[in-house]
């Protein structure tokens, strides 16, 4: 079992940053992908961004140019650095972590962002 502890949501203007933190209680390099997806009200889980163990990333389209993932791994954690906050990013992020070979997930608890106008 993996232990999954996300922090770093709140409140905050539009043009505003903000960064999530995702830290796993085993070492990162026993996940094939690592990623941060989020949920608005009335609205599906969309995938943001991921990051394999070789450092590949890809990002949603809405995203790119704003927000960076990036990982710590003597941390066991992973990053994502939101720039440039709109109202329309507002919803509840999620990190997920996808462990090398069975490809189990596992999700975080979620981490409310809301982006005022």
């Known amino acids: 079992q993996v232990q999954v502890v996300e922090s770093g949501g709140g409140l905050v203007q539009s043009g505003g940053s903000l960064r999530l933190s995702c830290a796993a209680s085993?070492?990162?390099?026993?996940?094939?992908?690592m990623g941060w997806y989020r949920q608005a009200p009335g609205k599906q889980r969309e995938v943001v961004a991921s990051i394999t163990t070789s450092g590949s990333t890809n990002y949603v389209d809405s995203v790119k140019g704003r927000f960076t993932i990036s990982r710590d791994n003597a941390r066991n954690t992973v990053y994502l650095q939101m720039n440039s906050l709109k109202p329309e990013d507002t919803a509840v992020y999620y990190c997920?972590?996808?462990?090398?070979?069975?490809?189990?997930?596992?999700w975080g608890q979620g981490t409310q962002v809301t982006v005022s106008s």
């Open positions: 997920n972590l996808v462990v090398l070979g069975d490809r189990t997930n596992y």
């Open positions: 085993r070492t990162i390099f026993s996940f094939y992908a």
